[in-house]
Structures are given as structure tokens and as C-alpha cells.
């Protein structure tokens, strides 16, 4: 005889959370979000408590304040009576310009060092060696501080410049002064301007755009859409007829006559610099300081995007060499057309970190004296309000900002080109 | 590294509090030693020697309060602290006080919650020039690349100066001393700007030193004393009485040479008996022993002798007295009545 009994309806003993696996996990995981929970509380209330014995009150109405420093450096318009929020947006400015110049040099250098340093000229291989050795294994902040001490130290002073017989001359048909406090370049000037637009009024982002530059760049931007026309066309006819018809002269009166027109029309012409009074006047000034940091921090991180560069080509297989061989490639279209399009795909990933690496490191501005974010908001502001919490806090808050932008922008680029498998 | 930041800062400001609210003057007895902020290095008022022992002109000082606290002199704990870490090292508690020409201002005192327990030097911002520019007055220095050492108020003075004169400029912005004297002399700046006395400090250590000159302007008053937090006022107390008995030791002409013999016995000054501890009480009030102020004189010295061993005009320095002078000899020096 059968007796059907259901299993023992089990009861829910507090013994259970610890010896029970189905509940251990998650008693584990409670007790430590309690933990942390208490460790945050604590810390975040001792600072509160600790602050207010102190008689220090948290608050960002300092930003409103003038800030009463000068930034050498100003990509927008600035003076010492604006408020020290206008100062960290300068400063921002300032780390964004020094990043993105530095992840455009890094990623050219890193690709070419990467690729001759699996050339199979031995000397080449071991020179490009040799720079990714020395530039990985020695601190970033030597090499921005070493470029610095090479710049000041080797160059000419403006004072170089003065006198009938000067020891030092401009170079480049007399365009380019190059001094121990930065190069001078000519600028772009319109005689017949269209004038700015303001932009955000008078908040403290407030700034202005060159209706000229905005043309240029419509105009430039146009050219590029109708030589791809053409070039659509040049492949259809060719698809259809088997013959290319020669476009090349096209292409580039596309490309190049309405810029010159547009050009023409502004009154283009270059403003060259000139020794006036202690110092070069006119012309585009780079200063030292951004010179040695650019430098140093993309030269420093195109050893480690050589790196990447190097496995991700190591990563695509000889197979694949070989096969291109066989269909008649030479080597270095084999490069072009099928390695290096395979390798990018691997190469991105770890790309990323690098260009968050850059942009991270270039808070070590301070140390050549540029003014970036953590020399303005984090350095001067917070040294002459003495908000180093809320100073520290914003600071951090827009690193992470610039941080998650670079890596969201690259992880949709990667989403569109990574490998796909079938 | 942003995080460890933010969370130093989180812990700074935790520790700055019991730091504040502790009696600093029995932490410093505990520990047997005294943690004094100074300068990374200005020649004169606190550099390194040879032998690696610091020295100068507010070295001094934290070797009179050592000396007052400890009994002695050597029992200092150096911390080298830049423009910009100073304040942040003296409000965490990471220094019990601190000594590094740093100006007194309303905002520092008030809203940065320091206290300045006196002048030690009464100074001002001015401007060093190679002669061969043929500079002979500030107001020609329009234009100029000026070198300036971050997180001063120099930094601000100089915003103003040349916003009300109508000039213009370019700063570059320095973290240390040795930095602006590399770049100056490399010719990167035309101008090195600092406080008057720094830049004397400073042209001293050139190869040099009679290829540039200080110009007359003085742009701004920058009187330097020592500082301590706010929020412990006996421990104010010991570094500003340390300080004044140091400048009452000099006007009542007592010196490292006479003081051993002057403190054997009350002698007629009354003040001089009340200041070495042959009479009343001062020191016990203080929290210290009876003859606190004798140590200090017998080790470091009086303000005078002081003076002329780091930055008087027998030094490399060579800096004369100027304001610095006892007030019955012309200066500003005035120490409060010993009573």
C-alpha cells in the first residue's frame, strides 16, 4: 500500500541564513551592503560634524565670486573680475584642447611606431624598440617636466631676437619665432570679417563663435559631400560601363575653389609675429607649457597604442598574410587592406582605456604651469577660497564627466566596426 | 588617483576637527616633538644646509616654540609644504603650526579659519629684473612674461596692480621657488615677482647676483607671521608668546650670550625677570615650565640675533632692518608688556 506523503513542509529557522546555501549568499551579501552602508554613513556624517566644528559650511556660492587671478592661457575671452566658475570653465577648456590634440598625435605616432616595429628591418624594429621601452617604463610626469626643462633651457629668449645682429631669427621665410617661451605662428586674419555670434548670453559659459570659421567649415564640409557624390558617380559609370572616368581634376576644383572663393571673399591673409616691447606680438601663441604637455603626454601614450597596435596586428593570423599573397597583394597593400582594417577591430577596446589615460594624466599640467582644470578650479580657486571639498568634488565630477563621454563616444564607434561573427 | 583624492579630503576634513578640538599643546608633548610647516626651500628663511639640518629665518621660529615646549630646539619635525598645500596640511592637523611667509589676510584668517598669532616679518610684493632690460620702474612693465609662484597672494596682487595700471602681462604660473629661479634665469620670464625679501633670498643664490636688480615699487603691505587653526587658543597662545618673547628679548637687550647670566637672579628690570621666569608665573600660565623663554633665547636666540644670522645685511641675503627694526628703533617690532 502506497502512501503518498508530502515532503515535511519546512519552516523558516534564522539558522538557515547561515548554514542553509540557498540564503548564505544573499545573508553575506546583506550584511556587507550594511557595511558599506555604515562605513559611507560615518564618514560622509564625521565630515558634516567635523565641518561644522570647524565652522566650515559647505556650499558652491564661492563660484559666483571673482576670481582675481589671471590664466595665461584663455581659449575664450577672460579677465581676473570674472567669477571663479568662468575660471573653471576656462580651465576646462584648457584640458579638453591639451586632450584631444594629445589622443589625435598619440593615435598617428602609436600606429606608425606599432606597425614599423614589426618591420622586418632590423634596425627599424629596434629603434621603434627602444621608444616604447623608454617612453612606458619612465613616469609620465619626468617626461612632461624633462620636455619643459629641454624647451626652456635649449631655445632662445625673445631678447635673443633684438639688435642689428640678433643671435636668433625667425624661421620659415620669417614666420615662425620659436623662443624658449613658446612658437609663434602666424594667424588667420579677415579683413573683411563677418563678425561673432554670442552664445549663453552672460552666464559664465558664455562665449563666441566666428561666423568666418563657421562659413569655412560649411563650405569645407559641402566640398566633401559633392566630391562623394562624384565619386558615387565615377563608381557607377564604372559598374556600368567597365571604364572609370578621370575625376581627379574635379575632385579637387570641388574640394578646393569654394574654400578659395569663401577665402577671397573674407580677405584672408596671415598676421606674422613681430618683436615688440619684452615680448613677440601677434601670431598664434603656443605656449611652452601646452608644447611639453602635448608632447610629453602623446608620445608617452603612443608607446602603449604601439603596443596595442603591435597585438592587435600579431592577433590577425598569417593565414591571412599568405592568402593575400596568393591573390597578388603586395605587402603593403596586404597592410592597408587586409590587416590593418581586422587588426583596428582589436586594436579599439584597449585603445579607450589609453585615451581616458591621457586625459587623466593631463592633470599633471600643473607641474609645466598649465592651466588646466585641476591648476584653476582644484589649484588656484580652491587655494584662494579654501573649498578644498567642494573644489575636489567638482573637479572629480567633471573628470568622471570627460571620462564616460570618451568611453561612451568609443564604445559606439566599437559597437559599429568590431568583428561580427556568422 | 581622483578618488584617493576626493577621499583624502574627506579624511582631511574628518581629522581636522579632532586635530582642532585636541589640545594641541598636549599632543605635542606626548609626541616629543613638534611638526612645523615650513618653505620646500627659500634661501635665508627656511632652506636645508649642508648637513641637511634645516635652517633660517622662520625655521627660527618653530625652533623657539620646540625649545619653549620641549626644551629643545632640535626636537622639530620639518614638514616642506608649497603655496598650495599649506593650508590644507596646517587644517588637517598633519602640522601643529605654521611657519612659511605667509601673509596675513582677512580672508585667511577669517574664512580659511587660521589664526596668525603675530608678525615675524613685515614685507611686501616686488619685482626682480635682469639689469640688461634697462627696467627701472614696475609701470614699464607692460607686456612683460612675469614668473609667479600659484596659490599666493602675490598671485592676486599682481592681477591687480596691472588691471589698475592699464597694462597687460603674462603669468606663468609656478609651483616652487627653485622652478621660478629656472625659468627666470633661463630668460623664460622677464620678471620673477615675489615678496620682497623672497626675492632678495632668492637673487642671492645667482651665480649673478648683480646682473638683476629689485625694483623700488612695493605693490602691496605682506605681513608674514606664523599661523596656527583656529579653535585652540592656548595653543595659540605658546607660538604667539614664543614669538614675542623672542622680540621683547631683543628690545630689553637680552641675548643668547647674557641670558644664562641674566636668569640667575631676578636682576631690576622687572619685565626681563617676569620674561625669564626669575619672577611671577608666565610660563605655568602658558602651560609651560618657569623659565620657557630663557630656553628659547639661549638656543635660538633673540628676534635681533635671529635676523642677523639668516637674512641681515652681513648674510648673502643682506636685507636691512627696515621696518623690521624694534619700534623704538624706527621699525614696526612691538612686543606686547610681559605682566
Known sequence: MATVTDPPKAGFRLSMLIYDTRYRSMTIQVVALIGFLLLAGFLINNTIQNLATSGKSIGFGFLG????YDINQVLIEYNNQNSHLRAAFIGLLNTLLVAVMGCITA???????????????????????????MFRNVPVLLWIVFTMAILI??????????????????????????????????????????????????????????????????????????ARALKRHADATQEKTGKRPTTWYLTLGILVVPALIVLIALGFHLGYPELRGFNFQGGTYLRNSLIALWLALSLYTAAFVAEIVRAGILAISTGQTEAAGALGLRPKRIMNLVI????????IPPLISQYLNLTKNSSLAIAVGYMDLTGTLMGITMNQTGKELEAVFLGMLIYLAISLSISAVMNWYNNRVRLVER | MKKSLFLGAVTVAGLAATAGAAATLDDVKARGTLNCGVATG????????????????????????????????????????????????????EIDMLARNTTWTFSRDVDLKFTFVGVNYYDGQGFMVPKELG??????LDGATVCIQTGTTTE????????V???????????????????????????????????????????????????????????????????????????????????????????????????????????????????????????????????????????????????????????????????????????????
Request: charged share 20%.
Open chain 2, 165 to 339: 595700471n592699464n597694462m597687460s602681462y603674462e603669468p606663468v604660473p609656478i609651483e616652487t621657488n627653485a622652478e621660478a629661479q629656472q625659468q627666470y634665469l633661463a630668460g623664460a620670464c622677464d620678471v620673477y615677482t615675489t615678496d620682497a625679501s623672497g626675492l632678495a633670498a632668492t637673487r642671492s643664490t645667482f651665480e649673478n647676483a648683480t646682473d638683476h636688480v629689485i625694483l623700488p615699487e612695493i605693490i602691496s603691505k605682506e605681513p608674514l607671521g606664523p599661523l596656527v587653526r583656529h579653535g585652540d587658543s592656548e595653543w595659540g597662545d605658546v607660538v604667539r608668546w614664543s614669538l614675542n618673547a623672542m622680540i621683547a628679548a631683543e628690545e630689553y637687550g637680552v641675548t643668547s650670550a647674557n641670558v644664562g647670566e641674566m636668569s640667575m637672579e631676578a636682576g631690576d628690570n622687572p619685565e626681563v625677570n617676569r620674561l625669564l621666569g626669575t619672577e611671577g608665573n608666565l610660563g605655568e600660565m602658558l602651560g609651560l615650565e618657569g623659565d620657557w623663554a630663557k630656553k628659547i633665547i639661549e638656543s635660538v636666540g633673540n628676534y635681533g640675533e635671529v635676523f642677523a644670522g639668516t637674512i641681515g645685511e652681513s648674510t648673502p641675503i643682506g636685507l636691512s632692518r627696515g621696518l623690521n627694526a624694534q619700534w623704538t628703533e624706527g621699525g614696526l617690532l612691538y612686543a606686547p608688556p610681559f605682566r
Open chain 1, 153 to 226: 633651457e635649449t631655445l632662445p629668449a625673445p631678447s635673443a631676437f633684438r639688435g642689428d645682429d640678433p643671435e636668433a631669427t625667425l624661421k620659415l621665410f620669417e614666420s615662425v619665432a620659436v623662443t624658449n617661451r613658446g612658437v609663434y605662428v602666424p594667424e588667420p586674419l579677415f579683413s573683411r570679417s563677418l563678425g561673432d555670434i554670442h552664445l549663453f548670453g552672460n552666464s559664465a559659459v558664455n562665449f563666441d563663435i566666428s561666423l568666418d570659421l563657421m562659413l569655412l567649415v560649411a563650405v569645407i564640409v559641402g566640398s566633401i559631400f559633392g
Open chain 2, 42 to 93: 627659500v634661501p635665508g628663511f627656511a632652506a636645508p644646509n649642508a648637513s641637511g639640518e634645516w635652517e633660517g629665518f622662520d625655521v627660527a621660529v618653530c625652533r623657539a616654540v620646540a625649545a619653549a615646549v620641549l626644551g629643545d630646539p632640535t626636537a622639530v619635525e620639518f614638514v616642506p609644504t608649497t603655496g598650495k598645500t599649506r593650508f590644507t596640511a596646517l587644517a588637517s592637523g
Open chain 1, 65 to 68: 565670486e571673482p576670481a582675481g
Open chain 1, 107 to 133: 593615435t598617428i605616432v602609436g600606429v606608425i611606431i606599432g606597425v614599423l616595429r614589426l618591420s622586418p628591418n632590423w634596425l627599424i624594429a629596434k629603434l621603434t624598440a627602444i621608444y616604447v621601452e
Open chain 1, 340 to 347: 590593418l582594417p581586422q587588426a583596428l577591430r582589436v586594436i
Open chain 2, 156 to 163: 592676486l596682487n599682481l592681477a591687480d596692480f596691472f588691471r
Open chain 2, 135 to 140: 627696467v627701472s620702474s614696475a609701470k614699464e
